[in-house]
DNA sequence: ATTAATTTTGCTCCCGCGAGCAAAATGTCC
DNA sequence: GGACATTTTGCTCGCGGGAGCAAAATTAAT
């Protein structure tokens, strides 16, 4: 009788099993299973016949190590606290897949972990590097570039200066005076903008533009805030800080975050330890559109990145053979809901 | 003389150039770069530094192939939009990459689906596979199983009852009639619950334990509705429609919900459409305790699983060579806050 | 049918590393 | 210094499949 045991690890089932199997040779059964096969229709379902019944599948790995090609990309991200992160993650990992292209996860720890994360994805050879992290300094590049272990290093949803890296973002600067235009056009004339961490450059876009945005064309100098994190809960705290005692006269009128994470986590402390309205007492803008943005709490005015766009670009990008500049910048869209 | 040109792609770099350059064989390279090796301090030292100068990392790929271990585990998820699976995320990402693990993160788009992500991560060679979705019901798992392409799969924060998973969660049955008693001492008497899709068995152990509890210890029969998927803004929808028209009467007195995604999307369309206060109209429980059920808004009593200990004992049992019975249920905690 | 063009198949030689063993080097003891 | 134990090093062979070419089979053209 057939030993019904308890299945066993079926991992060794190897092409010369399966060419055994369907009597051609193990060139062919490889072949049937590249799509860029140059195979008779006949051979082909010979070979997925005996696979079927061997439960053969190819081994990626060597596949990888004789064509020098993947097929792995790796998606470095750090700060986990942020609602956003697990939009960006879910749209990239299924735009990334249907394309054949698998991620290595990689959880950067903090600034000083971004080398040793950067090494453990090159161990693994992958075709790709994509960062969706905030600890990725001008530094961290560097050290990167100069190893030069990828053949692509992608900043996605951040824009970056780096001549080195890709950099797939939501146009900023547009953005940010879109924003600064509507805040005007509504009447708040004493926005404070509350900032995200100054680990570089790149990050103090937002802010400047809309700081430098509104001097010159309304005047008078925003207050700004900064937390050391998109992280909700931090920026509770912060906010707290910032605005505990104020009064009518001297509390702002509107509150401009860098990013949904810290609208969030202010909009929280304003209604329940401040004991203040929104829109009422105080506005509040976003950015990114996080799904809660538009539930019935929160209702945050914000801006939307073309997240989808994004991804598809980026899929192009990596599929891509030429080496020229791959920089795109993309238009988002300003959703306008009862916060602001 | 060597071309000093700009830094060019450098992952050809293999041993035996560090061997020549340090003057040794290829073999003691490699054994410099593992950790049981039986190498001099000497060598050690060489290989570092011509390692060092030519930016050499081991081939990861290679070693896996030939030794037949990956130190790469598979990541299915599908219900990206819980917010507890960023923190389940975060915490895995970062013990098991402290451990040497490395992750290969699947988004598994739905049920159908679930069979093409396995093949995927098979293809890999993972070493084991980690299941934190909710579509992997038992038809997914004998597929899976029968095909039996990894050494272990590993049903992560969530009970099965399938003898050949291991299945890594906390006691749900502890916990909900824990929940239970609470909510009856607290003097709620017509509770409702709020449960999740019903894919499989293993799902309805929340729901079948409290409603069973209820009516055998407090003798009335509670109230139940259910969400297609762990989404907030999906149980905003249902309860929305659950609870609307109703009256002082008939409304339950409080929402026992299957976890904190649901308990968001309830306490939003509860405050926000129906304009009932929490808890003095209605209270809520959730379960998980994310990051936003302690915020200053939601302050939701909940029940917290012990993630990292969790966690822990995962990256244990993915050491562990033997072959016996790994299940394990954790005890959780009340989280008593301001909601119920 | 014959020859040439085209597709399909099989083969050699790698890809970069590890298991396990034999040879070489080093250390130990008297 | 000699005999032996112990560490360190080098080597053969294989992990599973791909590039690229030559042989074989098929198709097209005359």
Redesign the interface.
């Known amino acids: 009788m057939p030993d019904e045991k ?6 060794n089932i190897t092409a010369d099993d399966v060419a055994a199997e369907a009597g051609v040779s193990r060139w062919t059964v490889n072949r049937a299973f590249r799509k860029d096969a140059s195979i008779s229709s006949k051979s082909l379902e010979k070979v997925r016949i005996a696979a079927e019944r061997l ?1 053969y ?6 596949a ?2 004789a064509s ?1 090609r ?1 097929n ?1 990309v790796a ?1 470095l991200i750090d700060d ?2 942020n ?1 956003h ?3 960006m ?2 749209r990239l ?2 735009i990334l ?1 249907r394309e054949g292209w ?6 950067t ?1 903090d600034r000083a972990d971004a080398g040793h994360a950067l ?2 994805a ?4 992958v075709d790709a590097v994509i960062l969706i992290g905030i600890q990725f300094d001008d530094e961290v590049l560097d050290t990167a ?7 692509k290093l992608i900043i996605f949803a951040r824009t970056s200066r780096n001549p080195n890296t890709i950099s797939i973002a939501v146009d900023d600067v547009h953005a940010m005076k879109e924003i600064a235009n509507y805040v005007h056009e509504r009447g708040f004339r004493r926005p404070m903008f509350l900032a995200g961490p100054r680990t570089s450059s790149a990050h103090l876009l937002r802010k400047e533009t809309f700081v430098d945005y509104w001097r010159q064309h309304f005047g008078s100098e925003p207050e700004t805030v900064s937390v050391s994190a998109y992280d ?2 931090l920026a ?1 705290g912060i906010v707290e800080n910032a605005l505990a005692g104020r009064n009518k006269a001297t509390l702002p009128d509107i509150l401009v975050c860098e990013n949904d994470a810290l609208a969030i ?1 202010a ?3 304003i ?3 401040l004991g203040l309205r929104i829109p009422q007492d105080i506005a509040i803008t976003g950015f990114d559109d996080v ?2 943005a ?4 929160y209702r945050l005015t914000t801006y939307r990145q073309p997240l989808t766009d994004m991804a598809e670009y980026l899929v192009k990008v990596l599929g891509s053979e030429e080496d020229r500049d791959f920089d795109r910048l993309f238009q988002g869209k300003l959703m306008i809901r009862d916060s602001a």
């Open positions: 308890k299945p066993a690890f079926a991992g439960g599948v190819p081994d990626l790995r060597a990888s190590l020098d993947s792995l998606l986990f606290a609602p992160k697990l939009v993650m879910e990992t299924r897949r698998d991620i290595l996860l990689v959880n720890l090494l453990n090159s161990q693994r050879r570039l100069h190893a030069r272990r990828f053949r909700p809960t509770a986590g909009t929280d402390v209604r329940h330890k799904p809660q538009e539930g019935a709490n």
